[in-house]
């Protein structure tokens, strides 16, 4: 069971916690991060402690498969009528690559962090330094690593906590959340933030909404891909099923994290099938890159994941050049995408996503961030919008040659740009033939931006 054990309700409006400790303060910053909520929720709510006056602040850092972002806190410690104003005054971007990428160079871990913790430094004022409390969460690019290297992720994050205790804030450990936490905090996380949790009534109580609808949570990371959300009839299977209790109301939540399906991950998986069924095991055309496109990729970069490692070709050396050459046919980049799933695993069973996954039906409405708010937005869409409108913006993105692009991105990037023509494909077999989302129930998912 996930509880969130707080003494008092949170105003939404103006972003007010009420709260004798920083542990719900991640729960009113607008979709800030899982991560955030897991670490500073299930760590200072076992460490209670009545804050003395003056403004306080807290560090995070959301460790995610293929970036770190750092994130700073700042509340008032004194209470007026028991409510606390709370704010994210700093977010800073590391340099490079998520820290499971040095799982063969756990030393230079530290290096990475360095330009962002000398502007956290500015942030939070000297004399506050010392009780300043700075977290590390790690989500499924860790959790990977750690399933195919545990040495090396334990490295990792051995030396992460060497740099930290280094600094002058109050390190609190760096641990590496499961996918089923994720998926949980991240429901907790959009439901919280649209109130649909407490509200106050005419005389100012704080009551639960009479018949609100709790929204589901849908995540496309890097490594993994969370599907969170009420179910009214769950199965047998209960692995996947978790009674979650806030304020009073216990809520049957559905969660199931998909390993090896976030965007990056399912994307090696991609192009090692293209490979696979290939008779040319160094120059293949990929339907989902634009035309006039091409770039190279060594085998140890699309094999050398523990998501891909099973396709590896007999004749796998890591340091083989494979050619891409893209084509910009969407038909085919969609028809070849399908590839990456196992639907036949749920062949005639009822309540089944794919690769033999249990799944109860999606009812109700739906918030879609991080990879899905994206791609939609590569596409030119964002809040809510039909299928039809998906398909026919997808088409047109896919049309496009490289040359192209550039006119139709604001933030031009040479990896992501390439990629969101699979990226929109991929979204649409996820949501469409696994979570079983249909053209009606489509415009109930909105997809948004994380803060």
Same mark, same amino acid.
């Not at 972002?69 to 340099?95: I, L």
């Not at 696979?276 to 060594?298: I, K, R």
């Given at each position: ?285 990929? !339907? ?11 085998? +140890?970069?699309?094999?050398? /994941? &523990? #998501?891909? %490692? @099973?396709?590896? !070709? ?11 050459? +893209?084509?910009?046919?969407? /038909? &085919? #980049?969609? %028809? @070849? ?115």
């Amino acid at each position: 069971m996930f509880t969130v054990m707080t003494r008092q309700p949170c105003e939404q409006a103006g972003f007010k916690a009420l709260s004798r400790t920083p542990a719900i303060i991640t729960l009113v910053v607008l979709f800030v991060s899982v991560v955030v909520l897991v670490t500073i929720t299930l760590i200072q709510v076992h460490h209670p402690e009545i804050l003395p006056p003056g403004l306080k602040y807290g560090i995070v850092l959301d460790a995610g498969s293929s970036r770190t972002t750092v994130y700073v806190y700042q509340w008032p410690a004194e209470k007026e009528n028991n409510t606390g104003v709370v704010s994210q005054t700093f977010k800073c971007s590391v340099k490079g690559s998520g820290i499971s990428s040095y799982g063969n160079n756990s030393q230079d871990v530290p290096k990475a962090f360095e330009d962002c913790m000398l502007k956290v430094k500015e942030q939070v004022p000297l004399p506050l330094h010392r009780s300043t409390r700075i977290y590390l969460g790690a989500t499924a690019g860790m959790r990977l690593l750690r399933l195919q290297n545990e040495t090396a992720a334990n490295e990792v994050l051995a030396s992460i906590q060497s740099y930290f205790k280094s600094q002058p804030f109050d390190f609190r450990g760096a641990q590496i959340i499961s996918g089923q936490e994720e998926g949980v905090y991240g429901w907790i996380t959009a439901n919280y933030i649209k109130g649909n949790f407490l509200e106050k009534n005419l005389w100012h109580m704080w009551v639960h909404p009479h018949g609100v609808e709790t929204t589901g949570a849908l995540d496309l990371g890097g490594a993994s891909t969370q599907i969170s959300f009420v179910a009214e009839e769950v199965g047998l299977n209960t692995s996947d099923v978790v009674q979650v209790s806030l304020y009073g109301y216990t809520y049957t939540l559905y969660t199931h994290s998909f390993q090896c399906y976030g965007r990056n991950e399912a994307e090696k998986k991609f192009l090692a099938m293209l490979l696979q069924n290939s008779p040319n095991e160094t120059n293949l055309t990929n !339907p989902c890159y634009p035309m006039n496109y091409s770039t190279t990729f060594t085998m +140890g970069q699309v094999f050398g /994941s &523990l #998501c891909t %490692e @099973k396709q590896r !070709p007999e004749s796998y050396n890591t340091n083989d050049i494979i050619y891409f050459k +893209g084509t910009g046919d969407p /038909s &085919l #980049c969609r %028809e @070849k995408v399908a590839s990456i799933f196992d639907f036949k695993a749920c062949h005639g069973q009822e309540g089944c996503s794919f690769d033999g996954i249990y799944q109860p039906k999606v009812q109700g409405p739906f918030v879609a961030f991080a990879g899905f708010y994206y791609t939609a937005n590569a596409l030119n869409l964002s809040g809510s919008f039909s299928l039809t409108a998906f398909n026919s913006s997808t088409w047109d993105f896919c049309k496009q040659t490289w040359n192209e692009l550039p006119f139709l991105l604001p933030k031009f990037d040479e990896v992501y740009a390439r990629s969101y023509c699979f990226s929109a494909h991929y979204i649409y077999h996820l949501l469409i033939n696994g979570y079983k989302f249909t053209e009606e129930t489509w415009p109930q998912i909105h997809f948004e931006k994380e803060e």
